[in-house]
């Protein structure tokens, strides 16, 4: 179920910073307590394929999103000690050496099952033994949350495996939000920042589309 609109989960998950120390992170009051936007960013596993490249893509724009006002946070169901162990190889080995912003390791999955984002399917129950079986791989897809200052989701997006993110485009939608938050108005198709938007009525639209 989508949570666009609602406030995030209030849980603490564990968490690897870049220095190698495992910390405990509830996303949602790293967003009110810090007054910040939030961006959340799920991958499969580590030590995988297209998922060193979206870390690196995301540590690349890191001076963009803290312009923003905006925190970046990496999350898998990995162990945190995994997590460090890709964080000390070398991107020639396939590694993320230099990702600095924190990595949830949500092992335990409280927190990727009450999102329902993990590749689970056929969830089957043996009434003798009490016993529950799945297929897939229980692990996450490539979701993304976008979250404001007061803990309200207000983008979510899930990719399949094979599919990597742009992440231009979660800056785009955060210069939207910020726009809207700021001005009142709504943002059309294809907005960028510095270009026309639209006030919240027909009237509005009708400007809008009359100028094009």
Known sequence: MSIVGKKFPDLKVNAMNDLGDTIEINVLEEAVKNNKKVVLFWYPKDFTYVCPTELHAFQEALPEFEKRNTIVIGASCDTAEVHFAWLSTSRDDGGIEGVSYPILADSNRNLSSRLGILDIT??????????????????????????????????EGVNHMPLGRNVSEFLRMIDAYAHVQKHGEVCPANWEEGKEAMQPNREGTASYLSNK
């Open 122 to 155: 056929n969830e089957r129950y043996d009434e003798e033994t009490g016993d529950v079986t799945v297929d897939g791989d229980n692990v996450t897809y490539r979701a993304t949350y976008l979250i404001d200052e007061e803990g309200t989701v207000f983008h």
